[in-house]
């Protein structure tokens, strides 16, 4: 699964974007997220804090319940952004909701706060985007279509 260097520009902005939406007053940890859908829309998410910090929802996972609750379930790529000059990862919980809908093929770039478009990335030593997969980040998943599997007993 792939998707072009226009929509992976396209959705690495979109992150970079949705990270000024970010309630962090708590942590001071702005995350974006951006998930390109089926139909080529993309829908942004940013971290949402509380004081109960339990109520706080990550930015992948406001994507992923702003679009689902909008009737799109079909995705095919994500960008993750903040304000740390290291990529970062989005959090355990966030990866299950996100094994929920997505293909584990599915392209995810980690864009770190020093990405630079107009360097190549891939060569730099800081890493400033790293490019993975829901696989990469969730091996031995466990996902919907387990739940199908017929029990012995």
């Known amino acids: 699964m792939s998707i072009s260097r226009e929509q992976q520009a396209l959705l690495i902005q979109a992150a970079i974007e949705a990270k000024q939406g970010a309630y962090a007053p708590y942590s001071k940890f702005r995350v974006g997220a951006a998930l ?3 139909d080529g829309s993309i829908i ?3 971290n949402i804090e509380n004081a109960s ?3 706080t929802i990550c930015a992948e996972r406001t994507a992923i319940v702003k679009a689902v609750s909008e009737g799109t379930r079909s995705f095919i790529g994500l960008a993750v952004t903040t304000d740390v000059a290291a990529t970062i990862s989005p959090c355990g919980i966030c990866r299950q909701v996100l094994r929920e ?3 584990l093929k599915m392209p995810i770039f980690l864009v770190s706060a ?3 478009p107009s360097q190549d990335s891939s060569t730099d030593e800081k890493k400033t985007l790293l490019e ?3 696989e990469g980040l969730l091996p031995h998943s466990f ?3 387990h739940l199908e599997i017929p029990r012995q007993g």
């Open 44 to 46: 942004k998410g940013s």
């Open 114 to 116: 020093a990405y630079d």
């Open 132 to 134: 993975t997969t829901l």
């Open 143 to 145: 996902g919907p279509e």
């Open 53 to 55: 910090y339990g109520g």
């Open 36 to 38: 390109l859908a089926s």
């Open 101 to 103: 809908f997505c293909p």
